[in-house]
């Protein structure tokens, strides 16, 4: 025996999402199982997605990517007050931090010219650098774990997303900075600490106060914890 049925899920009238259950016989009892099926991808935001990676010293932007920068930019045209930040990084590829923020906001550039040349507008594409501050492999081992760090990311400017954040302390250790977040929350802020590797390797640890709409209330907010607190350096992020 087989018996099969399909429930909608979600919104009934318009059928977003369908539920099948399936149920047959083994000769001694049911065996039963239900999957779901989605008449359209649901919405999942992921506030950082990868555009690209680079090859090795190089902001050239290659063929396997281009396809999803024409995505983009269709995207961005039809939506446009949709704003979005380019984030460049690299893998400790050259001789000094400067040289490599240099590298890494030439690659978020290259993407950010070729945007512009599909009829994205000026105001909807800014850049930044983070050079080799965050790599997604701390100590890659192989390869493509430092081919993947040799990237430009995308972040969408969305007011609800809250996307700004500020760079409040920086830390030497896992627990002090698990200390300075616990202090800052104490204090009504929303805060998280984001681990980076320096040059010779060294790991520290940036603390974060998050939650801003948009830069100028990043800003006012900087403006008001600098004169609380004089003696710490607030860095828009």
């Known amino acids: 025996a087989y018996r099969a049925s399909i429930q909608p899920l979600g919104k009934i009238d318009s059928y977003e ?37 680079f090859d090795h010293l190089s902001h050239n932007l290659t063929d396997d990517y281009i396809s999803k920068i024409n995505e983009l930019s269709e995207l961005l045209k039809d939506n ?26 030439d690659r978020a550039l290259s993407i950010k010219d070729n945007l512009l040349k599909n009829g994205v507008g000026v105001s909807q594409v800014t850049t930044k650098t983070k050079g080799n501050l965050n790599p997604l492999y701390y100590f890659p081992k192989v390869e493509w774990q430092v081919a993947v760090n040799r990237r430009v990311e995308i972040r969408w400017l969305d007011p609800s997303l809250l ?32 681990r980076n590797v320096v040059r010779n390797q060294e790991v520290l640890y940036r603390v974060k106060i998050w939650g801003f709409a948009t830069q100028s209330e990043a800003e006012n907010a900087i403006r008001v914890l600098s004169f609380k607190f004089p003696n710490l350096q607030f860095t828009l992020e």
């Open 163 to 194: 996307p700004f954040e500020i760079i409040a302390q920086t830390a030497i250790s896992e627990s002090e900075a698990s200390k300075y977040v616990e202090d800052w929350e104490k204090l009504g802020y929303r805060s998280y600490y984001q």
């Open 80 to 105: 446009p007050d949709a704003q979005v930040e380019l984030i460049g990084y690299t893998n400790f590829e050259t001789l000094d931090d400067e040289s490599d923020n240099k590298l890494a906001l």
């Open 17 to 53: 999402a369908l539920q099948l259950h399936i149920s047959t016989h083994n000769g001694e009892n049911f065996v039963e199982d239900k999957i779901n099926y989605y008449t359209k991808p649901p919405e999942i935001y992921v506030p950082f997605q990868i555009l690209s990676l």
